[in-house]
């Protein structure tokens, strides 16, 4: 059910809606690396737009892992910003929109403190609530493939190697 009360369950606060019109590629690229980070230690920006592919390894005793990387990162209409080899210039501006208090640099956000908010229209659950009140909107939670860990994991590398037809042969 689309109802307001459950707004409340994920947003409890009346955090502002913060614009930023000119956000940097390589404060994008730091936000997005702070992002994949994360083992649980902090919530990792939602983003809209990207699709990205990196690898982490989070340890069972570890909140983060700092060696986790950002392979690649592309536009919804597939224009690649990063792939290993190529990235776009450090000066190109996107824009975007976060919360008051992410945008004021806290929960670790720090990069955004200093850059130039372009409006604050609202508190961002009522426009939420508001874009969706007209809209027949079911939240059905499946994973939509934006963030993609490509990294091998263990249950992948048994596999691997039990497969004779993937064993290296010598």
Known sequence: DNL?????????????AVIINALRWDMVKTLLIKSI?????????????????????????SDMDMNAQLVK???????????????????????????DFIADGGD????????????????????????LAGENF?????IDGRMKNIAPTVQNTIRATSNPRLRARH
């Not at 592309?74 to 976060?98: N, P, Q, W, Y």
């Not at 079911?138 to 499946?142: D, I, M, R, Y």
């Open 4 to 16: 307001y009360e459950k707004y409340f369950e994920v947003l409890p606060f009346n955090n502002q």
């Open 37 to 61: 980070q994360t083992c649980g230690k902090y919530g990792s920006l939602l983003f809209s737009g990207l699709r990205i592919e990196f690898t982490r390894t989070c340890a069972p005793t």
């Open 73 to 99: 990162v592309t536009t919804d209409s597939g224009e690649v910003l990063m792939d290993g080899r190529f990235e776009v210039a450090a000066d190109r501006t996107f824009k975007i929109a976060t919360l």
């Open 108 to 131: 670790g956000y720090e990069v955004f403190r200093g850059v130039k908010q372009d409006g604050r229209p609202g508190i961002a659950r009522e426009i939420i609530a508001d874009q």
């Open 138 to 142: 079911v939240a059905e939670g499946a």
